[in-house]
């Protein structure tokens, strides 16, 4: 993809953001009212009008399906359902309360973070929400509808998210099967559709923590001060946004000393060398200070501890290892918990992992019938997927791809520390939401990146069965994911 198309479709994002501000009237929340299935039929009599100039890229068509799909997620979800330590605005705390405060006072807090829930997290997130409802407020709209308002910032970084996964396939010569199996993932996958109506932090966190992924494999292809800047500045914003997005930093940090080893190695020059460590020092000016001024700041001000994280979420009953990992009990799709009705608490860790990212802590059990079977066929999909993800990241590792190792070191590393950070969260935590993989939703991007890359590697090795196989579940599990959100938008009405 070059240049000039990645500033049309982010540009074409911006103005659809606009448009979706300021002409379309989201507070309805209801995908039966007339301007919604107005809209619908506008789409698809442009699509047949206009099939023959519109080019035949299934990829396009997939991103086109996930980015919609995200939008009427949006539409029918309010901003204070199934949100993460958002409660609503007007509340006194949460994140709405977060955002309030900054537009009100056109501050920070200036008191310890900690007196208020959700203020601990760092501001950026929270500093642009508070602009974008300035700026509604400028333009006149009505509070409610600003305040549903608030949903487009992060239907917009999960839009742009498929573009910057895009790119990453771009870069690493994927061809195009491997890249609709990829983009299959990513488009439809249940976390990034949750993550596209949540006003808390985690959109632009996984957003920002793609984007230096992909900013590390640029400047491991093309090594210049100004992509290395760029790198420092996404890994640090995207610390801004959440702390936990330096979960990032490890595995580019690895790649980029597999970089300067490589060339240190086949290259004597010592002006080579003296370059690469001016670049590194530029590196960590930047990333130092954009990453960690708020845990800085808090400390000396409120003395409060780096990675402050107060107890959240539901508590489970007492539990050993044994059970956790191996307890594998469940009839529902849904996540276990006794304030939902259910006999006990879910604690077993794999179940809570796939079933958080499908669902979150959302309960939609005894709603319908249909959410239910449907719940079933999307989760019965995703073990399946995920099996296939992990043997896609063995046999990409270990096999020929044209890729380079630093890379694989690169993707696979981001994978194993987001998956660690997540385990080991989630074992020290004694509540449900410490097991919600939305903390460590930037590696189902980099897996779905080395399922299309498996994809490629068995066509190219003339395994047509097996290929088809890695299509068909990526296909059938986007197919779930659509029926059941969209049911969601139907019956939860």
Avoid at 29 to 44: G, H, K, S, T
Avoid at 194 to 222: E, K, P
Avoid at 250 to 265: E, H, L, R, V
Wanted: hydrophobic share 55%.
């Amino acid at each position: 993809m070059k240049n000039n198309s990645v500033i049309k479709c982010i540009a074409t994002i911006i103005i659809s953001v606009f448009f979706l501000a300021f002409i379309y009237d989201l507070s309805t929340e209801d995908m039966r009212n007339p301007a919604y299935c107005f809209l619908v039929i506008c789409i698809a009599v442009s699509i047949i009008a206009f099939y023959d100039r519109l080019p035949k890229t299934p990829v396009l068509y997939t991103m086109l399906a996930g980015a919609f799909l995200r939008f009427t997620y949006v539409l029918y979800t309010p901003v204070w359902c199934r949100q993460h330590d958002v409660i609503d605005f007007g509340a006194g705390e949460g994140h709405a309360a977060y955002m309030e405060y900054i537009l009100t006072n056109r501050s920070l807090p200036d008191f310890d973070p900690r007196n208020v829930w959700a203020f601990f997290q760092p501001p950026l997130h929270h500093i642009i929400s508070a602009v974008w409802m300035w700026f509604n407020i400028k333009a006149g709209i009505p509070e409610g509808r600003m305040h549903k308002n608030v949903q487009i910032l992060p239907l917009m970084y999960m839009c742009i998210l498929m573009i910057m996964v895009l790119l990453i396939c771009r870069q690493l010569n994927m061809r195009r099967g491997g890249t609709i199996v990829t983009m299959l993932i990513v488009s439809f996958h249940p976390i990034y559709i949750l993550m596209s109506g949540s006003i808390n932090n985690d959109a632009l966190s996984v957003l920002l923590s793609v984007v230096a992924v992909y900013m590390a494999i640029l400047w491991y292809m093309y090594p210049t001060t100004g992509k290395i800047i760029l790198l420092a500045l996404s890994i640090g914003l995207a610390m801004s946004a959440k702390l936990s997005s330096a979960l990032v930093a490890p595995a580019i940090g690895a790649m980029m000393i597999c970089k300067f080893w490589k060339d240190s190695a086949h290259c004597s020059d010592k002006a080579k060398t003296i370059s690469y460590l001016l670049e590194f020092a530029a590196f960590a000016v930047v990333v130092i200070p954009t990453g960690l001024w708020w845990t800085v700041r808090n400390k000396v001000l409120y003395d409060m501890p780096a990675g402050y994280i107060p107890e959240v979420g539901e508590m489970v009953g007492k539990r050993g290892l044994v059970p956790t990992i191996l307890d594998v009990r469940t009839a529902s799709p849904f996540l276990y918990m006794k304030s939902c009705g259910y006999a006990y608490d879910e604690y077993n860790l794999i179940l809570a992992t796939i079933k958080s990212s499908l669902f979150g802590e959302g309960d939609f059990g005894g709603k319908s019938a249909m959410l239910t079977v449907t719940g079933w066929i999307l989760l019965a999909f995703a073990v399946i997927l995920l099996l296939l993800l992990i043997i896609a990241i063995v046999r990409v590792c270990m096999g020929h791809t044209g890729v380079d190792t630093a890379v694989k070191v690169l993707l696979c590393g981001t994978v194993v520390c987001y998956v660690a950070g997540y385990l080991m969260f989630a074992l020290k935590g004694a509540n449900l939401s410490a097991m919600d993989y939305r903390y460590s939703a930037a590696s189902v991007a980099v897996m779905a990146i080395f399922a299309g890359m498996w994809y490629d590697m068995l066509r190219k090795n003339e395994k047509r069965a097996a290929a088809y196989a890695v299509m068909a579940v990526s296909g059938a599990f986007a197919a779930a994911s659509f029926v059941f959100y969209t049911a969601v938008g139907i019956i939860l009405q």
